[in-house]
């Protein structure tokens, strides 16, 4: 493995184990609970995206963001990825 594909591997490590986490909730815990998600893709999957094209940080104050938002006072709705000029390459 070259140096690059090492530094690579490292950066996408954080986004990698959090989707896992998310991976996780979405088998175990979710099927336990009524659907109740407000936006279109559902906020796990908007997580897992945000995840894997934005990195951590950026992905984790997206899903932040989204679950602050997903509220009986929204209306919800299609609510994809924003796409920015920083987008991981994979």
């Known amino acids: 493995m070259t140096?690059?594909?090492?530094?690579?591997?490292?950066?996408?490590?954080?986004?990698?184990?959090?989707?896992?986490l998310v991976r996780l909730y979405q088998v175990w815990?979710?099927?336990m609970t009524p659907?109740?998600?407000?936006y279109s893709p559902?906020?796990?999957?908007y997580a897992v995206e945000a995840l894997r094209e934005r990195g951590a940080?950026?992905?984790v104050t997206l899903t932040l963001?989204?679950?602050l938002r997903c509220n009986p006072w929204q209306s919800g709705g299609w609510d994809?990825?924003?796409?920015g000029k920083d987008k991981r390459s994979e």
Request: proline share 13%; charged share 15%; aromatic share 6%.
């Open 3 to 20: 140096a690059t594909g090492a530094a690579a591997r490292l950066w996408h490590l954080p986004a990698d184990l959090l989707v896992r």
């Open 65 to 67: 963001w989204r679950l």
């Open 35 to 38: 659907p109740s998600c407000r």
């Open 42 to 45: 559902v906020c796990s999957q």
């Open 29 to 31: 815990i979710s099927p």
């Open 57 to 59: 940080v950026i992905g």
């Open 80 to 83: 994809p990825v924003p796409h």
